[in-house]
C-alpha cells in the first residue's frame, strides 16, 4: 500500500478559516440584534437581518471546510514515471 503525502495548508486555506470565524461571529451578531431589537423594529430589519445571518452562516460553512480539506499532493514523482 502507497502512502499518500499532503501537502501543508496553503496560505488561501489559513486566510479562509479566518475569514470564517468572522463570518460565524457576523451570524451570530445579527441573530443577536434580532433577538434584541426585534420587537421594535420593522419587518424589513427583521427580515435583512435574518438574510445577512443566513448568508454569513452557509458562508462560513463553506470557507471552514475549504480550511480544513486535507489535499494530497497530486504531483507525480520523477522516479515513479512509467511509460504509458
Do not use: H, R
Not at 421594535?40 to 452557509?58: H, L
Amino acid at each position: 500500500m502507497k502512502v499518500i503525502n499532503m501537502k501543508p495548508k496553503t496560505p488561501f486555506q489559513k486566510i479562509s478559516y479566518v475569514f470564517s470565524i468572522l463570518f460565524f461571529i457576523g451570524a451570530a451578531l445579527c441573530t443577536l440584534w434580532i433577538i434584541i431589537y426585534g420587537e421594535s423594529t420593522s419587518s424589513v430589519y427583521k427580515a435583512s437581518f435574518a438574510a445577512s445571518a443566513f448568508f454569513c452562516f452557509t458562508s462560513a460553512l463553506v470557507l471552514i471546510t475549504m480550511a480544513k480539506a486535507n489535499l494530497p499532493n497530486l504531483k507525480f514523482d520523477t522516479k515513479d514515471k512509467t511509460n504509458l
